[in-house]
């Protein structure tokens, strides 16, 4: 069956210092993958998205970037956190055919 | 920019009663329509989902309505209960799976017991 992992799950980080937060999906092959951020009570805003390796689009600009360096790998990267990175951190798979996104159990990261 | 709207943005029903959320969207290219259920500190879960081809989708407690003619779809929660709070999200997804799945901007839901 197919799983998705997402670590950390809670992260205070000082304003800053970087960010890697990594995603990895298990047993399927070729996934689209997703970076999606979601302010305190709002809703699912997408930040990147990933159709292979080494293929990133980004949504929104911002203090964030993204890399795919295997086919079942994700990683969120900063190398300044600021203040409004705060936010729940979610990532996301979608494989081919019908079928919607499976989400992760998110990161909470606070920036301090 | 394609859009799904989602109302109401949130949602008191007492305990037994029937939540009914609504989403429109605006592209004929979507054709698969699911619902998540968001709790607290967790990600989205997918609750239920219809394909345009069926007019109502039922899973327990959980009905889906579609209208295609109008390009609208609904979540009807019945005998509703407090375990039911949760933040809800439509979304439509086009068949391409390289094609984003547009969502709601969700419905904060709360059961009185």
């Known amino acids: 069956s197919q799983t998705i992992h997402q670590w950390p799950a809670t992260l205070v980080q000082p304003v800053g210092s970087p960010l890697s937060l990594e995603c990895t999906v298990e047993?399927?092959?070729?996934?689209?993958l997703y970076w999606y951020r979601q302010a305190a009570g709002r809703g699912l805003q997408l930040l990147f998205y990933?159709?292979?390796?080494?293929?990133i689009s980004s949504e929104v600009p911002q203090n964030l970037s993204a890399s795919r360096p295997q086919d079942r790998q994700f990683i969120l990267s900063s190398k300044k956190l600021l203040l409004s990175d705060s936010g729940f951190y979610l990532c996301?798979?979608?494989?081919?055919?019908?079928?919607?996104?499976?989400f992760g159990s998110g990161t909470r990261l606070t920036v301090v | 920019q394609q859009q799904v709207k989602q109302s109401p943005q949130s949602l008191i029903v007492q305990k037994g009663g029937i939540s009914i959320i609504n989403c429109a969207y605006e592209?004929?290219?979507?054709?698969?329509f699911p619902w998540y259920q968001q709790f607290p500190g967790k990600g989205p879960a997918l609750l239920i989902a219809?394909?345009?081809?069926?007019s109502e989708k039922k899973e327990g407690r959980f009905t889906i309505s579609f209208n295609k003619s109008a390009k609208q779809f609904s979540l009807h929660i019945m005998d509703s209960q407090p375990g039911d709070s949760a933040t809800y999200f439509c979304?439509?997804?086009?068949?391409?799976?390289?094609?984003?799945?547009?969502f709601g901007k969700g419905t904060r839901l709360h059961i009185l017991p």
């Open positions: 990933s159709v292979g390796i080494g293929q």
């Open positions: 219809i394909r345009p081809d069926v």
């Open positions: 979304a439509a997804a086009p068949m391409n799976r390289d094609d984003k799945i547009i």
């Open positions: 047993g399927t092959s070729n996934p689209n």
């Open positions: 996301a798979w979608r494989s081919g055919g019908y079928g919607g996104y499976t």
């Open positions: 592209n004929t290219a979507f054709d698969y």
